[in-house]
C-alpha cells in the first residue's frame, strides 16, 4: 500500500510538472507613471518612445511610438543599448542601439521627488504627447514637401536657362548614366518604387538621417493614396535613379521639386511586404 501511494504521489507530481509550465513570467510594462525629458541614461532606466523615428545601428529599426523600453547599457558619448520587450521575433526583448541624438524622441521614467509628465504609453490614436513638436520649417529645405509649381515659376527665366545650358561635368554624365541604369532594372528585394507625376507635394516628412526615413504621410496627399499606400517608417534610398550617399544625398533630394520624381523605398522590416505587379 505504501509503494502504491508513493507512485500516486510521484505520476501526482510529474503530471503537475507538465501541466503547471513556467512559474515566472516576465511582465511587459504597458505605461510609466511619470515621464521627463532625457538629460541623462543610467544602466536599468525605464524609457519610452516619445515620437516615433529610426534606430541607429548597422539595422535600423523603427522604434513604435509607446514602446518602453529598459537601458543596459550607455557609454561616454551617451549612445546607448536599449532593450525593448515583444519587438524581437517571437514576442521576444529586442536590444536596440540608440545615440545620443536621439535623446529627444525619448523619455525616462522619472525618479522619486523629480517633476514629470504623466503618460500613458499606450495613448488612444491621433493623441499627441503634450510637448512641442519640432517644427518642420527646423528640417533642411531639402527634407520638406517640393513647392507647388505656381512657386517654380516665380523662378527667374534667365536663372533656368542658365543652368540648363551649363555643361556636365565627366562626373556629372557618370552619375546620370548609373542613376538611368538603376531607373532600368527592377527594385531591389525589400524595396517598392514609386513615380509621382503630378505638380504639388507628395505629402511626406522626412528624418535628417541619410538615407531619410518617411516621418509623416499626410491623409489624402499623392503618396497617401498610392497603392500600396508609401509607408510610414519606409526608407528612402534613391530619387530618380540617385542612391542616397553621405556624398549626394543633400544633391539627389533636390529632385523632390520636380516631376515627375521616382523614390524607391526599402519596405519597413515590421510590416508585411506587399505585392506589387509589373
Not at 78 to 98: C, E, H, K, W
Not at 214 to 227: N, R, T
Not at 238 to 254: I, R, S
Amino acid at each position: 500500500g505504501i509503494a502504491r501511494a508513493a507512485r500516486r504521489r510521484l505520476c501526482a507530481e510529474e503530471l503537475a510538472a507538465m501541466v503547471e509550465g513556467p512559474k515566472y513570467l516576465r511582465k511587459k510594462d504597458h505605461h510609466l507613471e511619470t515621464v521627463i525629458e532625457v538629460h541623462s541614461l543610467r544602466v536599468g532606466q525605464k524609457v519610452v518612445v516619445w515620437e516615433a523615428f529610426g534606430s541607429d545601428g548597422q539595422k535600423p529599426t523603427w522604434m513604435r511610438k509607446g514602446d518602453i523600453g529598459t537601458v543596459q547599457s550607455v557609454d561616454s558619448d551617451g549612445d546607448a543599448t536599449i532593450t525593448f520587450q515583444g519587438r524581437g521575433s517571437g514576442g521576444s526583448s529586442l536590444p536596440v542601439f540608440i545615440k545620443r541624438k536621439n535623446w529627444p524622441m525619448l523619455r525616462a521614467e522619472a525618479t522619486p521627488g523629480s517633476l514629470g509628465t504623466r503618460l500613458k504609453a499606450q495613448a488612444p490614436a491621433g493623441e499627441e504627447p503634450p510637448t512641442k513638436r519640432r517644427a518642420l520649417a527646423q528640417l533642411p529645405s531639402i527634407y520638406a514637401a517640393p513647392p507647388a509649381a505656381s512657386s517654380a515659376s516665380t523662378e527667374p527665366t534667365k536663372s533656368k536657362a542658365v543652368e540648363e545650358e551649363a555643361p556636365l561635368t565627366e562626373e556629372q554624365k557618370a552619375r546620370n548614366k548609373a542613376a538611368a541604369e538603376w531607373l532600368q532594372k527592377d527594385p531591389k528585394k525589400g524595396s517598392v518604387r514609386y513615380t509621382f507625376k503630378h505638380d504639388g507635394p507628395l505629402g511626406l516628412r522626412f528624418s535628417q538621417d541619410v538615407p531619410p526615413w518617411i516621418l509623416g504621410v499626410a491623409d489624402g496627399s499623392p503618396a497617401a493614396k498610392k497603392a500600396p499606400r508609401v509607408p510610414l517608417g519606409g526608407i528612402v534610398t534613391a530619387v530618380n535613379g540617385f542612391e542616397l550617399t553621405e556624398k549626394n544625398c543633400k544633391e539627389a533630394m533636390q529632385g523632390l521639386k520636380k516631376r515627375p520624381v521616382i523614390l524607391d523605398i526599402d519596405w519597413p522590416l515590421d510590416q508585411e511586404l506587399p505585392i506589387v505587379s509589373r
